[in-house]
Every structure is written in structure tokens, then in C-alpha cells.
């Protein structure tokens, strides 16, 4: 059974950072593009960012560039997100996603909610 548990959310001043980390079970990171959407209340889902671990790619959406990172450390099956300067705008809860590509995706966490304070 595939599971993802995603954490590291929680309350922060703008410009502040946080950590979140999606660690997987019951599959290989390897095996599929993981990543992280959010949703904000009143507005569609939108993909943050995702690494595709066997080939090393990368995506980041136009609004978090240069601002979060995304990392993978396969000996613990865990992705993380380092998010930095965040913003007002970055308050959503943030789900961890495998298969990121597929619409929708197969597999999802429970979702971290990230609240940046003006």
C-alpha cells in the first residue's frame, strides 16, 4: 500500500522559511514524479514543485522560483520542499502528491497547512 505523509507546516511572518517533507512508503522515489500542489481557500489546486529522482528533473512554478527548493534523499524514501521569503500568497494547505503529473494524481499526503502572516 502506498502511503505519503507530508509535515513541516505551520505559521510564519513574511519573509520567514519552513520545511516541509513528504516521506513516502510502499514505493520507490524513483518510481514516479513527487512533488507538492496547494489549494488556498476559493482558488483551484496549483502545482508548486516536483523532482523526478532517476533522471534528476526539476519543476518549480513561475510564482515560487528562487524562493523554494525542492530535495530528495532516497536512503530515507523523503522529498523535501525549502521554502524561503515566503509570502502572504503562499498560505495554502500544501498536499504531497506522486505520479505528479498525472491529472489528477494516484497517490496524495493528508496535506500541511503553511500560513504566512503579513
Known amino acids: 500500500e502506498v502511503q505519503l505523509v507530508d509535515s513541516g507546516g505551520g505559521l510564519v511572518q513574511a519573509g520567514g522559511s519552513l520545511r516541509l517533507s513528504c516521506t513516502a512508503s510502499?514505493?520507490?522515489?524513483?518510481?514516479?514524479?513527487i512533488g507538492w500542489f496547494r489549494q488556498a481557500p476559493g482558488k483551484e489546486r496549483e502545482g508548486v514543485s516536483c523532482?523526478?529522482?532517476?533522471?534528476?528533473?526539476?519543476y518549480y512554478a513561475d510564482s515560487v522560483k528562487g524562493r523554494f527548493t525542492i530535495s530528495a534523499d532516497n536512503a530515507k524514501n523523503t522529498v523535501y520542499l525549502q521554502m524561503t521569503n515566503l509570502k502572504p500568497e503562499d498560505t495554502a494547505v500544501y498536499y504531497c502528491?506522486?505520479?505528479?503529473?498525472?491529472?489528477?494524481?494516484?497517490?496524495w499526503g493528508q496535506g500541511t497547512q503553511v500560513t504566512v502572516s503579513s
Open positions: 510502499g514505493l520507490s522515489l524513483d518510481d514516479y514524479a
Open positions: 502528491a506522486a505520479d505528479w503529473y498525472t491529472d489528477p494524481p494516484d497517490y
Open positions: 523532482i523526478q529522482t532517476l533522471d534528476g528533473r526539476i
